[in-house]
């Protein structure tokens, strides 16, 4: 007979799964956090980690939000995949500059882009699925893959490419297991916008070897130096039925803190998506939702003014960062980052602290020089660092001055 003094203790578990447990946590919200609370306890950092607009929401948007708390409808649940009149103007937007013909029904709402970014890969991924993830890569996208059961397969395009792959490197990473090619252009974390041939080419290989296509969208409208948007989906329209672009308010209309962004796909993918989602957050916040309309039904100019600041920044910014020892700086053409090679500027000791990767060299200019960028770990590119010119002139100048005097010393 077997008694409770008898059986084998079972085993202690951790108190957090560990699916849970290995996301790391994001890189470029870490910084920001550590930024703020170093200005918090009165050292004078300047953070160039946020990629975070620092302009206002337009006064248009702002006005139709505080006329939509005042009604009744927008104080009531409203349908998961958005409120009829935002899937329809995400739709008119997407037809008019992806040059492609959406339908409402093709549009689910999410709050904000990175959970657009999430049910996009929980929707299409299966346990092993790969995904081919162009490096350097924004941080969120390998741990979103993780969390949909997949695998993220790096292929990594260094600054003497204009950080953009290869259809070669794409091909010799392929395998059986590849469910889809993930997409991002303009480019967090570097600023480099794909052309019309090279996404091309990439888009009728996909649909040669049956692959999705995400293509996350968010920065359309931020590209410089008269280079043009162009989406995947203009470019290959037989991609329809198996490409998903992913979009938001956040980065062009200055509405980071709305939370409003979006997916458009083939509808069955959409409908599954939505399912999703009544589960995991119901409807969007009907307030920003109809801030949202706004923005994109509203006047473009205050999104032209924006954007000229942010040229304007982006070549001050290129210009400062190359004066700086060690650092390589291609141009970026599209977002709000500059994303240098700092090979160059590792192997020696700064302020009695030996330098030998860009993590470290971040800390040590955080530590020394009170400025705050992300390294290039955090996106799969070791030996670089990313600067968002998200931020005023003076602040900008500032900045990359201490490093320059941190640096040259």
């Not at 995400?90 to 992806?98: G, I, K, L, Q």
């Not at 968010?218 to 008269?226: G, K, N, R």
Request: proline share 7%; aromatic share 6%.
């Amino acid at each position: 007979m077997t008694t409770d003094d008898d059986r084998t203790p079972a085993p202690a578990r951790a108190r957090i799964s560990q699916r849970i447990g290995s996301i790391a946590p994001s890189a470029t919200l870490a910084v920001d956090a550590t930024a703020k609370a170093l200005k918090a306890a009165g050292r004078p950092v300047i953070g160039f980690g946020a990629g975070e607009p620092d302009f206002p929401t337009p006064a248009h948007i702002v006005d139709a939000a505080r006329e939509a708390v005042s009604d009744p409808a927008n104080h009531r649940y409203s349908p998961t995949a958005g409120l009829p009149a935002l899937r329809q103007a995400v739709a008119d937007s997407a037809t008019a500059m992806d040059g492609i013909t959406v339908e409402p029904s093709q549009v689910l709402i999410t709050n904000g882009g990175k959970q657009a970014v999430y049910q996009a890969f929980a929707t299409l991924l299966d346990p092993g699925d790969e995904v081919l993830l162009p490096a350097p890569y924004w941080t969120t996208y390998p741990e979103a893959i993780r969390l949909a059961g997949g695998h993220e397969v790096p292929v990594l395009a260094g600054a003497d490419q204009g950080y953009l792959p290869t259809l070669a490197q794409l091909e010799a990473a392929r395998t059986g297991a590849t469910r889809a090619i993930l997409l991002c252009s303009p480019s967090n974390p570097t600023g480099a916008v794909m052309s019309a041939d090279q996404l091309r080419e990439i888009g009728q290989w996909a649909l040669e070897h049956d692959l999705w296509v995400i293509s996350d969208e968010i920065y359309q409208h931020l590209t410089y130096d008269d280079v043009p948007f162009t989406s995947v989906l203009g470019e290959v329209p037989e991609l329809a039925e198996t490409t998903l672009v992913l979009g938001g308010v956040a980065k062009t209309y200055a509405m980071t803190g709305w939370r409003v962004g979006w997916m458009i796909g083939p509808k069955d993918v959409i409908a599954a998506a939505t399912n999703l989602q009544s589960h995991l957050t119901s409807n969007v916040n009907n307030v920003a939702q109809r801030a949202a309309i706004a923005a994109l039904t509203g006047p473009m100019e205050p999104i032209r003014e924006m954007r000229e600041a942010f040229d304007r920044r982006r070549r001050l910014m290129v210009d400062k960062l190359s004066q700086v020892p060690g650092f390589t700086v291609p141009t970026p053409t599209g977002a709000f980052y500059a994303f240098p090679d700092v090979a160059g500027a590792l192997g020696r000791e700064i302020r009695g602290t030996r330098v030998t990767t860009s993590a470290e060299l971040a800390a040590v200019i955080l530590q020394e020089a009170e400025v705050a960028a992300v390294p290039g770990e955090a996106f799969g590119a070791p030996g670089h660092l990313r600067f968002s010119y998200a931020l005023n002139d003076d602040n900008l100048v500032e900045g990359i001055d201490r490093v320059i005097a941190l640096l040259d010393s």
